[in-house]
């Protein structure tokens, strides 16, 4: 059982307030992405929860346990971190089994949890390997192997992907995801990446500057933002948001459409602009257009083949079920 359970948890160093006093449940075998821009204070919470950082106040609980004061050791939980922390000299093996053999467990079971974790991970063929005859899609497993073994209720991982190349951290979100459905394990999972968040959680908690912003589905985030900040944060690329005259149209202090839906002619349509750059990607383009509505360009999706190029006249009409609509604070106007 992985249920987490945060009440009025607040964390502050000296006069800094990091993270001020939220509430979040995060039900057992849930996969929940904390996600946010550099410094929001989603590794502060994760290291909360983990036992790595003092609560200023409030209490966190792990299947009905106060754990707020227990050490680390003591929570049953499991961090992967944002370094491999592999020791070198040591076999995939012998890394994976670390954590059980300091915890004097009988020989016998440790081969059995090292081995199917291996399994699991597919690392058999270099069990006997040491970490500097991997890649680092391979360390970082065996990372998450040595973390599997312990059979935690919750796996808490803190920016895996951030050292590995594009192409490995595809790769590796998939296997992460692939093994939240074969454990059925709660896991935490950090990230300022929010394509990463779309594509992994269950539920996202959606951070800046300590506060919670919004909490949901990817989907309930996407079609249903609380306020701006979550509009223009989650979403690649981001949604436009427009303010004046063409807000004051739609009865809203700020008007946000993505860029997926904006339909785009080079002949007619509502907003006239100037193409200023193309990025080509294959199979869609995505161009930003001047225009006298916002002071940057506009960022529209188009099919791939689209003819256009820097400094052509191009029209752009948004589709008007997708237009959001926010207040003067900014929050959603439902």
């Given at each position: 059982?992985?249920?987490?359970?945060?009440?009025?948890?607040?964390?502050?160093?000296?006069?800094?307030?990091?993270?001020?006093?939220?509430?979040?449940?995060?039900?057992?075998?849930?996969?929940?992405?904390?996600?946010?821009?550099?410094?929001?204070?989603?590794?502060?919470?994760?290291?909360?929860?983990?036992?790595?950082?003092?609560?200023?106040?409030?209490?966190?609980?792990?299947?009905?346990?106060?754990?707020?004061?227990?050490?680390?050791?003591?929570?049953?939980?499991?961090?992967?971190?944002?370094?491999?922390?592999?020791?070198?000299?040591?076999?995939?093996?012998?890394?994976?089994?670390?954590?059980?053999?300091?915890?004097?467990?009988?020989?016998?079971?440790?081969?059995?949890?090292v081995s199917n974790a291996a399994k699991i991970l597919n690392l058999?063929?270099?069990?006997?390997?040491?970490?500097?005859?991997?890649?680092?899609?391979?360390?970082?497993?065996?990372?998450?192997?040595?973390?599997?073994?312990?059979?935690?209720?919750?796996?808490?991982?803190?920016?895996?992907?951030?050292?590995?190349?594009?192409?490995?951290?595809?790769?590796?979100?998939?296997?992460?995801?692939?093994?939240?459905?074969?454990?059925?394990?709660?896991?935490?999972?950090?990230?300022?990446d929010q394509v990463e968040a779309m594509t992994m959680a269950d539920?996202?908690?959606?951070?800046?500057?300590?506060?919670?912003?919004?909490?949901?589905?990817?989907?309930?985030?996407?079609?249903?933002?609380?306020?701006?900040?979550?509009?223009?944060?989650?979403?690649?690329?981001?949604?436009?948001?427009?303010?004046?005259?063409?807000?004051?149209?739609?009865?809203?202090?700020?008007?946000?459409?993505?860029?997926?839906?904006?339909?785009?002619s080079t002949s007619e349509g509502m907003w006239k602009g100037t193409?200023?750059?193309?990025?080509?990607?294959?199979?869609?383009?995505?161009?930003?257009?001047?225009?006298?509505?916002?002071?940057?360009?506009?960022?529209?999706?188009?099919?791939?083949?689209?003819?256009?190029?820097?400094?052509?006249?191009?029209?752009?009409?948004?589709?008007?079920?997708?237009?959001?609509?926010?207040?003067?604070?900014?929050?959603?106007?439902?």
């Open positions: 059982m992985g249920a987490i359970r945060l009440e009025k948890v607040r964390k502050a160093f000296g006069e800094a307030v990091i993270i001020p006093e939220l509430d979040l449940d995060i039900k057992d075998g849930e996969f929940v992405v904390f996600v946010g821009p550099s410094g929001c204070g989603k590794s502060t919470l994760l290291r909360l929860i983990a036992g790595l950082e003092d609560v200023t106040s409030g209490d966190i609980t792990i299947d009905g346990t106060n754990a707020t004061e227990l050490p680390p050791a003591k929570r049953r939980l499991a961090m992967v971190f944002q370094s491999y922390a592999l020791y070198p000299h040591m076999s995939v093996r012998k890394n994976i089994a670390f954590p059980l053999k300091m915890a004097g467990m009988d020989k016998a079971e440790i081969d059995k949890r058999d063929n270099y069990i006997d390997r040491r970490p500097g005859q991997l890649s680092g899609g391979q360390r970082q497993r065996v990372a998450i192997g040595r973390a599997i073994v312990r059979e935690p209720a919750a796996f808490l991982f803190d920016e895996p992907l951030s050292n590995l190349d594009a192409a490995l951290r595809v790769g590796m979100r998939l296997e992460i995801s692939e093994l939240h459905q074969r454990l059925k394990t709660t896991m935490i999972y950090v990230t300022h539920k996202i908690v959606v951070l800046h500057a300590g506060h919670i912003e919004q909490v949901g589905s990817p989907l309930e985030l996407y079609s249903r933002p609380r306020n701006t900040f979550v509009a223009g944060f989650i979403g690649s690329p981001k949604m436009n948001l427009l303010t004046g005259a063409e807000a004051k149209k739609h009865d809203a202090a700020t008007i946000g459409v993505r860029p997926e839906h904006i339909a785009l193409v200023k750059v193309s990025e080509h990607l294959g199979s869609d383009t995505f161009l930003h257009v001047e225009t006298a509505l916002h002071p940057e360009p506009l960022t529209v999706r188009a099919d791939g083949e689209f003819p256009v190029h820097y400094g052509d006249t191009v029209y752009l009409t948004p589709q008007a079920d997708k237009i959001h609509r926010f207040d003067d604070k900014g929050l959603a106007i439902r």
